[in-house]
């Protein structure tokens, strides 16, 4: 499935049939020139209270609390399927999401409540860049810049994803332009 630009690969193990994956698994499940390629992996699993939890693991292998874009797409799965209704809730390991299926197949998903932590001044090969540290059921840094055409986002978010001040975890580096702070 794919959401606003980011594309998941989607189980449904309701049944538990699914057997555990490694990391090495969801890598290589992952990966755009080996496998089926795609941002992550969402896996719909049985819940006693909601109609299902939401389970999320990014292409490294790794598992999130949450992910947005995963959400939306695994609630709209639910709805096709008949799992949930046009409004329902359902759990990540971040808390429980309310959920609305709108016109045209948009899916409303309420996120967890939006937690600053500190405001971050970074300094990679010469260049400073100003920025937050938040928390919106995964971690994000945003840093705001004049121009994207000035900046190698790819290459300069996987420097920043994993900066010491980030660990274990990591986080994900949005790049906000046209904004002034």
Do not use: W
């Not at 399927?81 to 998903?109: M, N, P, T």
């Not at 260049?127 to 995964?138: A, E, I, W």
């Amino acid at each position: 499935m794919e959401g606003s630009g980011n594309d998941f690969i989607l189980l449904d193990n309701r049944n538990g049939k699914i057997p555990y994956l490694s990391k090495g698994i969801k890598r290589k499940l992952c990966s755009r020139r080996t496998g089926i390629g795609a941002d992550g992996i969402l896996s719909l699993q049985k819940d006693e209270e909601f109609p299902f939890m939401m389970r999320y693991f990014n292409a490294d292998g790794s598992e999130a609390d949450m992910c947005g874009n995963g959400a939306r797409c695994i609630a709209l799965y639910a709805f096709s399927k008949g799992i949930a209704s046009r409004k329902f809730s359902f759990r990540s390991k971040s808390g429980s999401h309310q959920v609305e299926i709108l016109k045209d197949h948009y899916v409303k998903v309420e996120l967890p409540p939006c937690r600053f932590k500190k405001s971050v001044k970074l300094k990679i090969e010469g260049r400073s860049y100003d920025g937050f540290s938040l928390t919106v059921g995964v971690p994000h840094l945003v840093i705001f810049s004049g121009s994207i055409e000035k900046i190698d986002v790819l290459r300069l978010g996987m420097k920043m994803r994993m900066l010491k001040i980030f660990h274990p975890q990591g986080t994900n580096v949005d790049f906000v332009f046209g904004i002034e702070v």
